[in-house]
């Protein structure tokens, strides 16, 4: 059974485009809507409040172009909906924070997710992790991908010492910047939910596929389109 309805993906901005990446060239005949919220963007600083009326607006958007699967490309996003019991019609599958038991492990993220149940209980369960919410990093990475301008990774890292077994990579912006985030911690191995999610992607995907034909990517904010043609 085919099913030729899109795949949504959806961020704040450009955080989601690599897992977009990804499942594009894997699976070459689905099409895809990526939606992103720029004029909201950061969601990472955003009251309780104002970030359920932004999420449960996109969401109800999104479900406006019927797709089959809707890929919260954001931890943001994934944690919020889950704390706050959002639902969707269609099946949302999310990004969340990855952390290694008994390994010393940095979670570097937004001020949302840090502040999120998940992230707390993380940090119950877990003695040997820590945790660093990112003011403004996810901004600064859209403005490199936008004009080129690098982020002053090493000024933002300067406190921590190169003690770190893993590096996790708490919000999907971070992972544009994975190469110079392990220049900074060279000891320490990068992980990334998005690992996690683009394999629960793949599963759903291998058996609701799309007819064979050359699939289509549409993006709702024509920036994107332009960042993912340099990517
Ligand atoms: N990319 C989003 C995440 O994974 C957040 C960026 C933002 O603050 O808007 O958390």
Same mark, same amino acid.
């Given at each position: 059974m085919y099913d030729d309805r899109?795949?949504?993906v959806y961020d704040s901005g450009a955080g989601g485009l690599n897992i977009t990446k990804r499942i594009r060239e894997r699976f070459k005949s689905e099409d895809i809507v990526y939606f992103s919220?720029?004029?909201n963007l950061p969601y990472g600083d955003k009251s309780?409040?104002?970030l359920r009326r932004i999420i449960e607006n996109n969401i109800r958007k999104i479900n406006g172009f019927c797709p089959k699967l809707i890929i919260m490309a954001c931890n943001t996003v994934s944690l919020a909906v889950r704390e706050y019991g959002i *639902?969707?019609?269609?099946? &949302?599958?999310?990004v969340y924070p990855?952390? %290694?038991?008994? $390994?010393?492990?940095?979670?570097?993220?937004?001020?949302?997710?840090?502040?999120?149940?998940c992230v707390k209980e993380l940090l119950r369960e877990n003695k040997s992790?820590?945790?660093?919410?990112q003011r403004g990093f996810a901004e600064e990475i859209e403005k490199y991908l936008a004009y080129g301008v690098l982020p002053q990774i090493k000024e933002r890292f300067k406190g921590f010492h190169d003690e770190f077994d893993f590096v996790s990579l708490g919000c999907t912006h971070y992972s544009h910047m994975k190469k110079e985030i392990g220049k900074?911690?060279?000891?320490?191995?990068?992980?990334?939910?998005?690992?996690?999610?683009?394999? *629960?992607?793949?599963?759903? &995907?291998?058996?609701?596929?799309?007819?064979? %034909?050359?699939? $289509?990517?549409?993006?709702?904010?024509k920036n994107y389109?332009?960042?993912?043609?340099?990517l």
């Amino acid at each position: 059974m085919y099913d030729d309805r899109c795949i949504a993906v959806y961020d704040s901005g450009a955080g989601g485009l690599n897992i977009t990446k990804r499942i594009r060239e894997r699976f070459k005949s689905e099409d895809i809507v990526y939606f992103s919220d720029r004029k909201n963007l950061p969601y990472g600083d955003k009251s309780d409040g104002e970030l359920r009326r932004i999420i449960e607006n996109n969401i109800r958007k999104i479900n406006g172009f019927c797709p089959k699967l809707i890929i919260m490309a954001c931890n943001t996003v994934s944690l919020a909906v889950r704390e706050y019991g959002i *639902s969707s019609p269609v099946m &949302l599958l999310g990004v969340y924070p990855k952390v %290694k038991n008994n $390994k010393k492990t940095l979670l570097i993220c937004t001020e949302r997710t840090a502040k999120s149940d998940c992230v707390k209980e993380l940090l119950r369960e877990n003695k040997s992790l820590t945790v660093s919410p990112q003011r403004g990093f996810a901004e600064e990475i859209e403005k490199y991908l936008a004009y080129g301008v690098l982020p002053q990774i090493k000024e933002r890292f300067k406190g921590f010492h190169d003690e770190f077994d893993f590096v996790s990579l708490g919000c999907t912006h971070y992972s544009h910047m994975k190469k110079e985030i392990g220049k900074i911690f060279n000891r320490a191995e990068i992980i990334d939910g998005a690992d996690d999610t683009f394999l *629960s992607a793949e599963r759903y &995907l291998k058996t609701n596929p799309s007819r064979e %034909k050359e699939g $289509k990517i549409y993006f709702t904010d024509k920036n994107y389109e332009r960042i993912w043609a340099a990517l």
